[in-house]
């Protein structure tokens, strides 16, 4: 019964609704020349508040989507003031490490209020469908084609005719221009955030409408497809993200209809590396430039990075390295042991987001690659464990890279987004290639950790063995900085056309840095699988590499000590406090808004 | 180093102005007398444009206090200083690129409510900037840099501002293009607008100022009538000779 017309129609629906996130998104770019991370949220919120107005208050349909348009431009009102603006004028990178912690408290509020399960949403719509060609159509597509054109003319009079949509135009076109004629940038700012919120609240609605189900793990997803239609429309170009949008409904139901339905998201995100990749201003930037990146080093803060006295550096590691002979419980060695996990992890990012200023979103796939790399080679062919480790950090910095080396080419927010995309396009590619994955199954069963023939299965040993691993880790990456590599790699996060003009090649020294970066990631990755003793494709999800940026920007970013007292902290604090697991990515998240607000340099100060 | 007027328009007293820990402005202090043309000038890193900042409120001094019309400017926003009635015309021009030129002139009148005035000053704009009647619906970053500049002036003026602020409003025009501004400033100022420019040419921005300024790395060095100076050797020696050979 599913025809190509069925097809069509259902990627112009879905189409419509990416194209309410993604005009917003594209608005917000377009002003601040920033990528809301907790667009999807707001929908996530849109979505909620949608299911206490329709089965709580069941208000009738019309009110529901004024009642969802209110309500989540109220949120985004409040992003704007309190999380956003308060950032003006602080480097580049903060308001984007804003909008993805504000992206987790809103994520982890909703769930924590109306618990992870999914919920249904009915439509309140007559459940009939019209024969139309040889497809069908039903009174809900009506509706959010309904409401997708709407919206898009209402923008477009606003933009066209109102006082104010002439500021927001002038204002993302030139903001001090702007604000020499008088545009107060501040009112913009809220203009554009409560639209894109309405929308985008709208947007949540419509999807759990359709779907008939809402759950938390829409948010992600909704930014994730938002970014990618309005990254293929072209930043800041709102009538390129609607275009986008469609594009990429299509793409993903015709992927759909030819390879199934675990293959939806893989499209999205191969096409948002295409386009970036081959048209990194998008597909319709013919007459306008993407508004241009920073050329210096605005994007990270700088600071003075706070000494610490070598003598003080050893005493830490001889304290931790005899800890195991102390009597702790066995509950201290399992927190410290994920410290050190994630230590290696965060030393990886510190180097590629940090020192060669690839802020990258996508660092868990490095996890994951190592991960499967691993605990294959020791499970299939009994490879022994140590050297299987080693095998996948070695693959992690061999896949990483090339995966990463077509986006050499991007700067500042486009890095992030590559390496967003990159990470879920592993995750989809371990989802999907059963014969060698077992797909959604996972591995079971991976040998545990093993040296020379020894299994270390205490918790002591355990601790040593990633102990040891994540110091000699370190110490080789101080090493690579203290070198004249540490120094290129710096040269170019700062600059990167003056180091270029100095002969430096960017390509050669990023891809240093990945290989590098990834081989830490990989072992980190191979290590845990060994220790888990079961992975799946979502064991290292986009929640860690957020948690990774988080600890990185904590320790101060490129700081190599910094980035394992960023661990400690991050895995600790909360084990000191007893704090609630359902409560921690909400800590996390708080904890990311406040330093980039108050100490965006982190606690050791960027290197 | 007041310059006549006897209540200025513009009065920068004192101000000391950081980028960081690097001081731009040494106890800068410049008037700007009602109805007059000031010029500023001063070779590159003097911290000409800085001084343009300052009045629009896009970087704030340390020290010192900025009046217009008595009144003081420091702590208000850049939208704030624009209703009092300073326009300005941006280095480069800084159109919005994306926006029909008529869009673009309308944008100047941002600030003012008044439909049919704001209608009337449009039509006043063609007559004073006749090129620019063809090029109404093209895309402003489609003009040359002279009619951009042209596009540039007649949205400063539409605000109906009490005095415009320009930054290089020559730089990059051709000859013939340069004669029409300096032309177009006169007739502005002629009709009651006070107008502050910054200037690197200051054989051209002598012509028709009517006082003028010289910074030297954020210090005022030389001050007075711009007949003075012109015939002042050390400007001369400065300034004068490097832009006429040019």
Known sequence: MSSWLDYTINGLIVGNVYALVAVGLALIFGVSRLINFAQGSIYLVGAYIGWVAVVQLHTPLPLTIIFVAVVAALVGLIIERFGLRPLQNSVRIAPLLATIGISFVLDQLVMLTFSPNPRALPSQLPDVRFQVGGGTIGPLDLLIAGVGISSALLLFVFLRYSKLGWAVRAASQDRDAAMQMGVDVNRVNQAVFGIAAALGGVSGLLVGMYYNQIDTAMSLQATLKGVVAEVVGGAGNVPGAVVGSLLLGLVESYGVAVFGTSYRNLFAFLLLVVVLVLRPNGLFASARQAPPEPLTGTFIAPSRPVRIPRWALLVAVAVFAILPLLPVSFYVLQTLINAWLLGMLALSLTLVAGTIGQVSLGHAALLAIGAYTSALLSLTLSVPVGLAIIAGGLMSAALGTILISPSFRLRGHYVSIATLAIGEIVSLVILNWESVTRGPIGISGIPPLSLFGYDLIDPKSVYWFSFTVMVVLALLQARLLSSHLGRSFRAIRDDDIAARAYGLSLNRYKSLAFIFGGFAAGVSGGIAAHLYSYINHETFNTQQSILALTVVILGGLGNVVGAVVGAVALVGLPEVFRIAAEYRILIYGIVLLLLVRFRPQGLLGTI | ?246
Do not use: W
């Open chain 2, 1 to 246: 180093m007041t310059t006549g007027a006897p209540e200025p328009l513009l009065a920068l007293t004192n101000v000391n102005t950081f980028y960081g820990q690097a001081q731009v402005h040494f106890d800068l202090s410049i008037t700007v007398g009602r109805g007059h043309i000031v010029c500023l000038l001063g070779g590159n890193a003097s911290g000409k444009s800085t001084t343009m900042k300052i009045i629009l409120g896009l970087v704030k001094p340390r020290s010192g206090e900025v009046t217009f019309d008595g009144a003081s400017l420091i702590g208000l926003t850049t939208p704030q200083i624009v209703r009092r009635g300073i326009a300005s015309v941006p280095e480069a021009r800084r159109l919005f690129a994306d926006m029909s030129v008529r869009e673009n002139i309308l944008m100047g009148a941002f600030v003012r409510n008044d439909r049919e005035a704001i209608a009337r000053d449009l039509d006043k704009m063609l007559t004073l900037f006749p090129k620019l009647g063809q090029r109404l619906s093209q895309r402003a970053g489609s003009l040359s840099g002279g009619e951009q500049q042209m596009v540039a002036m007649a949205r400063a003026l539409m605000s109906r501002p009490r005095m415009i602020v320009m930054d290089e409003p020559t730089m990059g025009l051709s000859p013939l293009y340069v004669d029409r501004v300096l032309e177009l400033i006169r007739t502005i100022n002629q009709e009651g607008v006070s107008v502050f420019m910054v200037e690197q040419n200051a054989s051209l921005a002598l012509e028709i100022a009517h006082e003028a300024y010289v910074l030297q790395t954020g210090k005022i060095v030389l001050s007075g009538s711009a007949r003075t100076l012109k015939d002042d050797p050390r400007v001369r020696d400065a300034y004068l000779g490097g832009s006429e050979a040019a």
